[in-house]
Structure formats: C-alpha cells, structure tokens
Nanobody, 124 residues
Framework: EVQLVESGGGLVQPGGSLRLSCAAS????????MSWVRQAPGKGREWVAG????????YYADSVKGRSTISRDNPKNTLYLQLNSLKTEDTAMYYC?????????????????WGQGTQVTVSS
C-alpha cells in the first residue's frame, strides 16, 4: 500500500520558517520524482516545488523561489520542504505527491500519489 505522510506544519508568524517532511512507503521512492503542492482556502491546488528522483534537479514556483528549498533523503524515503520568510499568503494545506518529473506545474491527472496534507498557517 502506497503511503505519503506529511508532517511539520503549524502556526508561524510572518517572517518565520518551517520544515515540512513527507514519509513515503509502498513504492520505490528513490526512483520517483516528487513534488510539493499546496491548496489555500477557496483556491485550487498550486504546484510549489519539485525534485528529480536523485535529488540533483530542483524546481520552484515563482511564488516561493528564493524562500524555499526542496530536498530528499532517499535512504530514509523522506521528502522535505524548507520554507523561510513565510508570508500570510503561504497559508495553505501542503501536500507531497509523486509526479512524472520534477519540473511542474502538472495537470491534476499527472499526480500519481498524494498524502493527506499538513496545514501551514502564517499569521501574527
């Protein structure tokens, strides 16, 4: 059974930082490009960042470029997203997903597996 379990979200003040994690199981993680996607209240899902299966190629949406870092630890089957200089508009549910590549965005049908999400709230 495929499982993606996100963690690390929470309430943070503007300008703060968070590190999100995604623990993967049930598929060969080291062969899988992965992405982080977020959905803010009342909005559609937004691809945020992606990474190649080996972790050497990384891609970011303009909305988070320069403020975030995607990484992975293949021996630990874990994907990460470091979020810095958080803004109120970063408030959203953050999901990890298996994607056909690292460079997004992707059509909804291209996301193969999803986690349940972790909530990030940026507020003073």
């Amino acid at each position: 059974e495929v499982q993606l379990v996100e963690s690390g979200g929470g309430l943070v003040q503007p300008g703060g930082s968070l590190r999100l994690s995604c623990a993967a199981s049930g598929f060969t993680f080291s062969n899988a490009p992965m992405s982080w996607v977020r959905q803010a209240p009342g909005k559609g899902r937004e691809w945020v960042a992606g990474i190649s299966n080996g972790g050497f190629r990384k891609y970011y949406a303009d909305s988070v470029k320069g403020r975030s870092t995607i990484s992975r630890d293949n021996p630990k089957n874990t994907l990460y997203l470091q979020l810095n200089s958080l803004k109120t508009e970063d408030t959203a549910m953050y999901y990890c997903a298996k994607t056909p590549g690292g460079r997004g965005p992707f059509a909804a049908s291209e996301y193969e597996y999803w986690g349940q999400g972790t909530q990030v709230t940026v507020s003073s």
